[in-house]
């Protein structure tokens, strides 16, 4: 089969390992940047032009997006899925789990268990907003997935300068309500198919000791929520961020497109082979890009 792998670098860590997997099981695979694809619209139809010719055919695509393409690669994207090209998980479901309070809501309403969760337009709603979720402490994330990190706010002090920063920078962020938190997991799925479970340091907890990206054990009830959230939000293949706290697990993350820098390579390899088998699947035919 012939695959293309939608991202700006073959040289990023994930790209290589998904090229050494699909050579290894015998697939001829190429890289494409989106911002080196143009859309255009002919009699009525999209069509793609690579470097401003038109490309070979191929039987699936593997998007690799990031932040800086993001926007014309998912439009990219649509187009494909438009002249019937399939995408190993669609727009739609990308979209929706890069967004994090989209993809809280989206849990949320499969009823599994997310934290407290508010999207804050501005400073006048602030105040309101943390009083909904029960005060502080809580921890603040850029709304969008790969960008920025993590921070935990402790003190009103804190909360209002972080907060303020963000918007100066024009960043959206979401704050999250966290208590009793023991240890935050990675769980890596496809479908119904645990690949493995990876660990991962929590900014509030005390991590000494903790290696990040460790393989690790994962109880059955964890697997059966990450499979349920893989399936429920139409993604063939997805890590999901799990933080196991007092009162039970919380689900504060899903994406569907699993970096695999950082992880143990059983978990790394597992992936990685999920998902070119994956796109396997999807490659009925040879479609005309």
């Keep these: 089969m012939r695959f293309v792998i939608l991202s700006r670098s073959r040289f990023l860590y994930t790209t290589r390992r998904l090229i050494a997997e699909a050579k290894l099981r015998r697939h001829d695979v190429r890289v494409a940047s989106p911002l080196e694809c143009s859309l255009v619209i002919t009699a009525g139809q999209p069509r793609l032009l690579f470097k401003g010719k038109l490309p070979s055919s191929a039987e699936v695509v593997i998007p690799r997006l990031t932040p800086e393409d993001w926007q014309h690669g998912m439009t990219v994207l649509r187009a494909l899925e438009r002249m019937g090209v399939p995408i190993l ?9 890069r967004d994090r309070f989209l993809g809280a809501m989206a849990l949320a309403g499969l009823a599994l268990p997310v934290p407290p969760t508010a999207l804050v337009p501005n400073a006048v709603e602030l105040a309101s907003a943390v ?141 990685a082979t999920a998902m070119i088998k994956r796109a396997e699947g999807l490659g009925v035919s040879r479609i005309p890009v």
């Design 89 to 97: 998980n669609s727009a739609d479901a990308l979209e929706q789990t």
């Design 131 to 271: 009083e909904a979720l029960g005060g502080l402490p809580l921890q603040l994330r850029p709304v969008h997935q790969s960008v920025g990190r993590p921070v935990l706010l402790d003190s009103r002090a804190t909360l209002e300068a972080v907060t303020a920063m963000a918007w100066q920078h024009g960043t959206q962020f979401i704050l999250q309500r966290v208590q009793g938190a023991a240890r935050e997991l990675r769980l890596y799925v496809a479908g119904e198919e645990f690949l493995g479970a990876v660990l991962r340091r929590p900014q509030w907890a005390n991590a000494a000791g903790i290696k990040p990206g460790a393989t690790v054990e994962c109880p059955e009830a964890l697997r059966k929520l990450a499979q349920r959230a893989c399936t429920g939000t139409g993604l063939l293949v997805a890590s999901v961020d799990v933080i196991e706290t007092h009162a039970g697990p919380l689900l504060v993350e899903i994406d569907g497109m699993p970096n695999l820098r950082g992880i143990d390579k059983p978990t790394r390899e597992a992936v």
